[in-house]
């Protein structure tokens, strides 16, 4: 793995579900690597826990489902710390609902803030990237469209749905703005509200986050990583066969 990249650790990052778990997580580490950090949330006093001892964080409250607050607050972090170049996008709900008890309000909701927090988010960083030719975009994905669980319909269309939209922007963005540079990490299973109590920690996680969001390599778009391994594109038969034949091995996989 190359180093960090020195233009992002002197940017402004935005973390967002960043009141507790991996994303508080996320926001400190990166402050820690100098990176200047506005860390939103939906609750101000848990930003401010998040921010406590770190004066390079920034607590924005703002609910990324709610288009106008996340203008505002984007507003509101060019004004006070600069153009965002670094986005890691990981607010996310997981309300376990049986269908029976979802409606189509709820179900909608859930969508909003993991799918449309996450294109409203990128939407708007994407201003500031595009002005300067350059940027990193992390989005903290799931499998859970490929296993769902018993009431998690929401979750599982919306976060399966967030990777087809990574897988998007590459193909919208990757001729025109090639060092704009959008991967989807899979974090493992955590010991958050969200996971389970023997989960990892997520000051664990947020390491191989932290790495892969100050990894800046063309290479890495589209790119997915579970935990601190790169995952291999599905690729067909014919094509493995011929790596073994080129190469005389598959494509080693790149670790964080």
């Known amino acids: 793995m190359s180093d960090a990249d020195e233009r992002l650790l002197e940017s402004v ?3 967002t579900g960043a009141g507790s778990g991996l994303g508080r997580a996320l926001a400190r580490g990166l402050a820690a690597r100098g990176v200047k950090v506005a860390a939103l949330g939906r609750r101000l006093a848990a930003l401010e826990e998040t921010a406590a001892g770190h004066d390079r964080i920034v607590p924005i409250a ?4 709610d ?6 607050a984007f507003s509101e972090v060019r004004e006070r710390l600069g153009p965002v ?3 890691v996008n990981n607010a996310a709900v997981f309300p376990r609902r049986d269908v029976f008890d979802e409606s189509h309000e709820s179900f909608m909701q859930t969508v909003a803030t993991n799918l449309g927090g996450t294109f409203g988010a990128t939407r708007l960083a994407l201003e500031d990237m595009a002005e300067a030719g350059f940027g990193r975009i992390v989005n903290v994905a799931s499998f859970a469209d490929m296993a769902p669980l018993p009431a998690s319909a929401g979750y599982a269309v919306s976060k399966g749905a967030q ?3 990574t897988r998007a922007l590459v193909a919208d963005l990757a001729d025109r703005l090639p060092d704009i540079v959008i991967s989807d990490w899979l974090p493992g299973i955590l010991a958050t509200d969200m996971g389970v109590p023997n989960g990892l920690t997520p000051e664990t996680a947020a390491k191989w986050g932290i790495a892969l969001a100050l990894w800046h390599d063309r290479s890495l778009n589209g790119v997915t990583f579970e935990m601190m391994r790169e995952l291999p594109p599905v690729r067909s038969l014919k ?3 011929k790596d073994r034949l080129l190469l005389r091995r598959a494509p080693k996989p790149r670790i964080l």
């Open 163 to 165: 990777r087809i939209l």
């Open 85 to 87: 170049l670094l986005l």
């Open 62 to 65: 703002c609910d990324v489902s």
């Open 13 to 15: 990052a935005v973390v």
């Open 239 to 241: 094509a493995r066969l």
């Open 67 to 72: 288009a106008a607050a996340l203008e505002a």
